[in-house]
């Protein structure tokens, strides 16, 4: 049990254009999901968190316009990341929160903008 | 500020060797403690501490949370290469309940 999917697993797109991650809880419901990313070699950074139904909470310093996050569902969550550039090129992971508190994580989102 | 520190940050031990990882954490509004391995993709769910004193237990893994002195430790006994892997504690805390990352220590196993 407690299986979080995501897809694509790995996307490469050119620079400018738009890319939709969408994160689902398999086998429960989740009313709060997290977005990560992390780079090579560094620490899990939060992104925002996404309670269902509501507008998603942003870390400072992440842009909600560049970062838009709809959780329309109690099983799903989706980050579109708006004019990629090459910056935003990372490994994104997200985590949908189980009744007992426990986070589990989705495999994640290899982002490479071109 | 909330801060978790993981310690040592990084690990080579041979196969069978035995293990202790640290976790100390300053938080506010404690609710529990997790510990997760990541190996190349994302992080997997071990143990999720609440309460002092009382051990979790999964195969040769354990882990322990002390509420009084802020910390957490997992033990791996009879380590094996499968074992090798960088692993995160994560305090859940505050009225968001987000989980407050630390480095994590990067444990190799040798055979």
């Known amino acids: 049990g407690a299986v979080v999917s995501q897809h694509p697993s790995w996307v490469i797109c050119k620079s400018g254009t738009s890319v939709k991650i969408e994160c689902r809880s398999l086998?429960?419901?989740?009313?709060?999901m997290f977005w990560y990313r992390q780079f090579p070699k560094q620490s899990l950074m939060l992104m925002a968190t996404?309670?269902?139904?509501?507008?998603?909470?942003?870390e400072q310093g992440v842009e909600k316009d560049k970062f838009l996050i709809n959780h329309a569902s109690l099983t799903l969550s989706t980050l579109t990341v708006t004019s990629a550039h090459p910056e935003d090129s990372s490994f994104y992971i997200c985590s949908a929160r189980a009744l007992t508190d426990t986070q589990y994580f989705g495999p994640g989102t290899r982002l490479t903008v071109l | 500020e909330d801060k978790v520190v993981q310690s040592p940050l990084s690990l080579v031990v041979h196969e069978g060797d035995t293990v202790t990882l640290n976790c100390s954490y300053e938080?506010?509004?404690?609710?529990?403690l997790l510990w997760y391995k990541q190996e190349k993709k994302a992080p997997t769910f071990l143990f999720m501490l609440?309460?002092s004193g009382i051990e979790k237990k999964s195969g040769r893994l354990s882990s322990i949370l002390d509420k009084k002195e802020l910390f957490s430790i997992l033990n791996i006994t009879a380590t094996q290469t499968g074992d090798s892997a960088i692993y995160l504690c994560?305090?859940?805390?505050?009225?968001?309940?987000?989980?407050?990352w630390g480095l994590g220590t990067s444990l190799a196993v040798n055979p």
């Open positions: 994560a305090p859940n805390a505050g009225n968001n309940r987000k989980l407050i």
């Open positions: 609440t309460s």
């Open positions: 938080v506010t509004n404690f609710r529990s």
């Open positions: 996404s309670n269902e139904g509501s507008k998603a909470t942003y």
């Open positions: 086998d429960f419901q989740a009313t709060t």
